[in-house]
Each structure stands twice: as C-alpha cells, then as structure tokens.
C-alpha cells in the first residue's frame, strides 16, 4: 500500500514537472486569436521549445492573470485593447505612442514583444456606390455622407471611436450593433448605412466596399538635426484619432529565454493583416482547419 502511494505521488510530481517545463500559449475568444496562438505555439517548437498543444482562452484579465501566476506563458495581444484595460486614462493613439504607454503600464515581470504589422483598429466602411457619390474616401470627409446615415457593427462601439467619430464630422444615428459581420455587411452594401468593422473580417477585401481612411498621423520632424524644444516635440491628442490596434506577443519575462523569444519576434517580421484576415476566413468558412492554414504560412515564410 505505501509503495503504490509512493509510486503515486512520484507520478503526480514527474506530470507536474513536465507541465511547468512546457510554455503554455493563450488567446481572447475567436478564430483569429486562435490562429495566432498555433503560429506562436509552432514558431516556438520550431526553436526546440516544448509548448503544450492546448490554448488557455480568455479576456484580458485572465489572461495576465494567468500570465503573473506562471500558468500562461505568453499570448498575443491588441495593444490599444490591452492599453485600454491597463490604463484607461492613457490617452495615447498612435502605434508608438500605444506601444510606449502599453509598456509602462504593464505589471512587472509581464514584457511586450515586438509589434506586428497586423491591426485590428476599427474602420468605418460604406458602399462604395454611395462613397462616390458624396465624394468621400477619408474619415475627416464623412460630414458629406447623408446626416443621419446609420452606424452599424457587430461589435460594442468603445465611447474613444465613438467621440473620435464626432470629432471628425460624422453625422451618424446613433448605434446600433448587429449580430454579426456578416449582418453589418448587407446593411452597408445597400447604401443606407455605414459599418463599424474588424480589418480581420471579410470587408477588408470586399471590392464593392470603401473604407474611409482616418487622418494621417502627425510625426516628429527629425531633418533638422538641432535640438526640438519639447513643446513643439510633443504633438497635441488629435481628437479625431482612433487608437491604434496592433498585434503584440505579451510574455513572462521569466518564462521565455532571450533565445525564444528572438524566434517568438520573428513572426513581428512576417506577418501582416491580410494574411491572418485570410487564415482566419478560410477556418471560420470550413475551407481548411486552423492547423492547414498555420502550416501552410509557416512553410510559405521559412519557419
């Protein structure tokens, strides 16, 4: 009897032994986020580091959670969303700006990887038959859209976009979320609305479909070679900004080696929007699963 629970007990410890040697990859709810779990999890073996097959799922909270109490290794992340929840006075909208801020507000021991050029910031897209009509392809011209177009979107429309919206002259009814992408799609495409859409959904390859640009960032003058004063350094919030959406790998400090996470950033280098757009249609259509679309990446970029 003592030698089975001796036997038990060494068993129990060799398990959990393996388990804290294996990095363990998370992700927020959604084909996406799932997809960008499999490419981390893969990137990582491909380096030889033992990753365990299954994804922890969450919001952001659990996840960091889960990051600080050692059960999550890393996870990819959107820094503005991320930022958001971390620091919600930040007023930071930029891609550097975010990034910057995201890093200071991060818990100790929590890092941010580098950033990818895949966004997820919101865009506000109409038919194109009514952009040319009304002669707008550029968020500062959407007072020209008919007064009192409706806004629809398949998800919550955060008060930051919806007081940037205004301050760009938008004349918009008041919002109204829909069920789904797919549902925001065929209200736009007649004309009489305008949408409120992920990048990372099928209206970013839609030909009948325009996405109205948002002002282009101001950036710092660096031709002078003189010393620029901090008043005229630091630039005013533009009000009519939308924050910044850019994939981050987020990781323990302590779990990842400087090794793993040099492959971990490697992916910062190659993957972009329309490919993840793509990946994560084809899975969420039942065109391929998510390990076909991740393989078939990986081999086409070198991993």
């Given at each position: 009897?003592?030698?089975a629970?001796?036997?038990?007990?060494?068993?129990?410890s060799?398990?959990?032994?393996?388990?804290?040697?294996?990095?363990?990859i998370?992700a927020?709810?959604g084909v996406?986020?799932a997809?960008?779990?499999?490419?981390?999890?893969q990137?990582?073996?491909?380096?030889?580091a033992?990753?365990?097959?299954?994804?922890?799922?969450?919001?952001y909270?659990?996840l960091l959670?889960?990051?600080d109490?050692?059960?999550?290794?890393?996870?990819?992340?959107?820094?503005?969303?991320l930022l958001?929840?971390?620091?919600?006075?930040?007023?930071?909208?930029s891609?550097?700006d975010?990034y910057?801020?995201l890093?200071r507000?991060l818990?100790q021991?929590?890092s941010?990887?580098d950033?990818?050029?895949?966004?997820?910031?919101v865009?506000v897209v109409?038919?194109?038959?009514?952009?040319?009509?009304?002669?707008?392809?550029?968020?500062?011209?959407?007072?020209?859209l008919?007064?009192?177009?409706p806004?629809v979107?398949d998800r919550?429309?955060?008060a930051?976009?919806?007081s940037?919206l205004?301050?760009?002259g938008?004349?918009?009814?008041p919002?109204?979320?829909?069920?789904?992408?797919d549902?925001?799609?065929?209200?736009v495409?007649?004309?009489?609305a305008?949408g409120?859409?992920?990048?990372?959904?099928a209206a970013?390859?839609?030909?009948?479909?325009?996405?109205l640009?948002?002002a282009?960032?101001?950036?710092?003058?660096?031709g002078?070679?003189?010393?620029t004063?901090?008043?005229a350094?630091?630039?005013a919030?533009?009000?009519?900004?939308?924050?910044?959406?850019?994939l981050v790998?987020?990781?323990s400090?302590?779990?990842?080696t400087?090794?793993q996470?040099r492959?971990?950033?490697?992916?910062?280098?190659?993957?972009?929007?329309a490919d993840?757009?793509?990946?994560?249609?084809?899975?969420?259509?039942?065109q391929?699963?998510r390990?076909?679309?991740?393989g078939?990446?990986l081999?086409?970029?070198g991993?």
């Amino acid at each position: 009897m003592i030698v089975a629970l001796l036997l038990a007990v060494a068993a129990c410890s060799t398990s959990t032994s393996a388990d804290r040697s294996s990095l363990v990859i998370g992700a927020t709810p959604g084909v996406p986020a799932a997809v960008v779990a499999d490419i981390y999890r893969q990137v990582l073996r491909s380096a030889g580091a033992s990753v365990a097959d299954d994804t922890t799922v969450g919001d952001y909270g659990r996840l960091l959670d889960d990051v600080d109490g050692g059960r999550v290794s890393m996870f990819g992340a959107f820094d503005g969303d991320l930022l958001t929840r971390l620091a919600p006075s930040s007023t930071a909208t930029s891609p550097d700006d975010v990034y910057t801020d995201l890093n200071r507000a991060l818990p100790q021991g929590i890092s941010v990887g580098d950033p990818t050029t895949v966004t997820d910031q919101v865009q506000v897209v109409v038919a194109a038959s009514l952009a040319s009509s009304a002669d707008v392809d550029a968020l500062p011209e959407c007072a020209r859209l008919p007064e009192g177009l409706p806004l629809v979107g398949d998800r919550d429309l955060d008060a930051a976009t919806a007081s940037a919206l205004t301050a760009a002259g938008c004349r918009f009814a008041p919002y109204r979320r829909l069920e789904s992408v797919d549902a925001v799609l065929a209200e736009v495409r007649t004309g009489r609305a305008a949408g409120v859409v992920s990048p990372l959904s099928a209206a970013g390859t839609a030909a009948d479909l325009t996405s109205l640009t948002p002002a282009a960032t101001a950036t710092e003058d660096s031709g002078s070679g003189g010393t620029t004063p901090m008043s005229a350094a630091v630039a005013a919030p533009d009000p009519t900004a939308i924050r910044a959406q850019i994939l981050v790998p987020v990781y323990s400090s302590g779990a990842l080696t400087r090794d793993q996470v040099r492959t971990m950033n490697k992916v910062a280098g190659e993957l972009t929007t329309a490919d993840l757009a793509t990946m994560a249609q084809r899975v969420a259509q039942r065109q391929a699963t998510r390990s076909a679309v991740v393989g078939g990446w990986l081999a086409e970029h070198g991993f």
